[in-house]
């Protein structure tokens, strides 16, 4: 066969992930319909969903009613096919520089078993995998489990750790070493990747838009940097995930501050951790802001524009015109996000926003921008704790509905 061309097995290997795929989306389905959606023959599809039938991936989900009159002629019935949810387990693992999460979850995202450590920015990578595999080991031994009995494992990496435990690997070094090492000890396929990536991924999953052409962004911002993550729906949303975006240089106020290494008015200047403490400071006390003093703990270190938000609810009237300010900065970002991605969709994870601050938020931007909104606001409403929940699906994504990326384990068996 030519180098370039494709062997008996990976072609079933895609139309299997191709079948995860429809299945997922349009849920219980008949192999008649799926062969449709697919452009495929009844037969090829029987053969192939007969197997992961035996496999334990799918299952028969019932007999549904009759509708076609060629079916009734011919004494068919339907039989949609389903995933079989109970047999296909995961693991996800979540990595900051503050802790791990990892957790035992469904396909479907029911959490079985979750774990949560603390972890010191001085510890090492290997120090870091051994945790993982050690509780991994202990998630399968209190659940009973054989590691056939879990799908995959995906873990995920935030960027402010990258610069803790990669100093001496690129980032598809440092994934390819987890990988390997996990793998190695556990004997289950492992997928690495960005965890913004998944965690963006996750929150489109919850919400699919009807256009399978909808694109989502997800906006998340740490101490000193703002990240953007763009989504595109089936089919490119499999296929290349790790789209992620640096707006931190994009200019939201043309007045603002000028910080050394960083752009004048840019977004990391007005818009991050570090910045809005910077712009806090003067006022923040118990006596002049002391709903936002109450709010944080008298602790500026992470102070969010939700929490402003609040405080200025709550009285403290000191904050109005930085309240204001921090707005009008976001709804220029979010309009130049619009503008360059073309996303419907915006996620915010991290930033705090109720459902009523993420209405004054719209509000504030229709005002500025017009009466209709480009894009649709969302607060991305993971619980810490659940973090690991976006490797699970992670690993859903990669080891059942995905052939283009291979685990490590198929390079290193």
């Known amino acids: 066969m030519l180098e370039y061309g494709i062997n008996k097995f990976n072609l079933n290997m895609i139309n299997r992930a191709q079948i995860m795929r429809v299945i997922w989306e349009y849920g219980p389905i008949s192999r008649s319909d799926i062969a449709d959606k697919l452009c495929m023959t009844r037969a090829a599809i029987t053969v192939i969903t007969n197997k992961m039938i035996e496999e334990g991936i799918i299952i028969e989900a019932g007999k549904s009613a009759t509708t076609e009159k060629s079916e009734i002629s011919k004494g068919r019935r339907k039989v949609p096919l389903d995933i079989n949810y109970n047999n296909c387990l995961q693991i996800g693992v979540y990595i900051d520089k503050y802790n791990i999460s990892i957790g035992l979850a ?64 690129e980032c598809d070094e440092l994934y390819y070493y987890i990988q390997k090492n996990i793998n190695e000890k556990i004997g289950i396929p492992v997928f690495a990747e960005n965890a913004l990536s998944q965690l963006a991924i996750f929150c489109w999953s919850k919400d699919k838009c009807d256009s399978k052409h909808c694109k989502s962004g997800f906006l998340y911002f740490d101490d000193e940097n703002v990240y953007l993550n763009t989504v595109l729906n089936m089919p490119s949303l499999f296929e290349n995930i790790n789209n992620i975006i640096d707006v931190n240089s994009l200019c939201v106020n043309p007045y603002g501050f000028e910080n050394h290494g960083s752009v004048k008015g840019s977004v990391k200047s007005e818009l991050t951790h570090k910045a809005i403490v910077r712009r ?118 990669k080891g059942l509905f995905s052939v283009s990326n291979k685990d490590v384990s198929s390079e290193i068996s």
């Open 106 to 169: 469904t396909i479907k995202g029911d959490v079985l078993e979750k774990y949560n450590i603390e972890i010191s920015q001085k510890m090492y990578l290997p120090e870091i995998v051994e945790i993982i595999e050690r509780t991994i080991k202990q998630i399968l031994l209190n659940s009973c489990l054989k590691k056939e009995n879990v799908s995959g494992i995906g873990i995920g990496i935030m960027p402010d750790m990258y610069k803790y435990i990669s100093k001496e690997f």
């Open 280 to 397: 806090v400071r003067g006022i923040y006390s118990e006596s002049k802001t002391p709903a936002l003093y109450k709010l944080t703990g008298n602790k500026m270190e992470r102070i969010t524009i939700s929490q402003i938000m609040t405080a200025v609810s709550l009285g403290d009237d000191l904050l109005i015109p930085l309240k204001d300010e921090l707005l009008c900065e976001l709804c220029l970002l979010i309009n130049n996000i619009i503008c360059i991605t073309g996303v419907k969709n915006i996620y915010f994870y991290k930033f705090g926003f109720n459902e009523q601050q993420l209405y004054e938020l719209e509000n504030h931007y229709k005002k500025i921008f017009g009466s209709a909104i480009c894009a649709k606001l969302y607060v991305c409403d993971i619980n810490d704790s659940h973090r690991f929940i976006c490797g699970s699906f992670y690993a859903v994504l």
